[in-house]
């Protein structure tokens, strides 16, 4: 069974850091791109981030670039996010996604999110 | 950066029957485009991949139509458990930041 747990949120003031992570299980972390998506509250969601199976290519959604990384461990099966510059705009649940085998660049398994607010 | 656009923001229909949600994008993303559920308090769920193909564990109820443009997830002889919000998503611009763009969402409530 797939699972992916986030965890890493928290409450945090305008400018500081953060670093979340996400722990998978049930399938061949190596063998797939990654997402980070974001949903404000009450609103809808919005990607941020991706990775390449390997971690040799990433992208980022301009609002976070330069400000955000993102990594993977291969070898402990673990996806990161490291927040810096953060900014009350940031404040969501992050959720990390995979990348559909079949379903290819949609998302066919989520966590359950961990929540950043960011506020003085 | 494409825009998605979902139409109406809220949808009122009743147990039973069919309810029709419309995205639109601002340029053609071919058929690159997928539906999620999201209910209260969890994450989104795969329904629609290619424009038209169901997630697996997808009720046949649940369909994807459209290309280019304009898309239609239609939900017949709707049950309690599907009134949630859908999303659209393209990817026609991968690898190109951003790669995966959202519409605003479609709420469906019970009428």
């Known amino acids: 069974e797939v699972q992916l747990v986030e965890s890493g949120g928290g409450l945090v003031q305008p400018g500081g850091s953060l670093r979340l992570s996400c722990a998978a299980s049930?399938?061949?972390?190596?063998?797939?791109?990654m997402s980070w998506v974001r949903q404000a509250p009450g609103k809808g969601l919005e990607w941020v981030s991706a990775i390449s199976g390997s971690g040799g290519t990433t992208y980022y959604a301009d609002s976070v670039k330069g400000r955000f990384t993102i990594s993977r461990d291969n070898s402990k099966n673990t996806l990161y996010l490291q927040m810096n510059s953060l900014r009350a705009e940031d404040t969501a649940i992050y959720y990390c996604?995979?990348?559909?085998?079949?379903?290819?660049?949609?998302?066919?398994?989520w966590g359950q999110g961990t929540l950043v607010t960011v506020s003085p | 950066e494409i825009v998605m656009t979902q139409s109406p923001a809220t949808l009122s229909v009743s147990p039973g029957e069919r309810a029709t949600l419309s995205c639109r994008a601002s340029?053609?993303?071919?058929?690159?485009l997928v539906w999620y559920q999201q209910k209260p308090g969890q994450a989104p769920r795969l329904l629609i991949y290619g424009a038209s193909t169901r997630a697996t564990g997808i009720p046949a109820r649940f369909s994807g139509s459209g290309s280019g443009t304009e898309f239609t997830l239609t939900i017949s002889r709707l049950q309690s458990e599907d009134f949630a919000v859908y999303y659209c998503q393209q990817y026609n611009n991968w690898p190109h930041p951003p790669l995966y763009t959202f519409g605003q969402g479609t709420k469906l409530e019970i009428k």
């Open positions: 340029q053609s993303v071919s058929s690159n």
């Open positions: 996604a995979k990348e559909g085998q079949v379903a290819v660049r949609s998302f066919d398994y």
């Open positions: 049930g399938f061949t972390f190596n063998s797939y791109s």
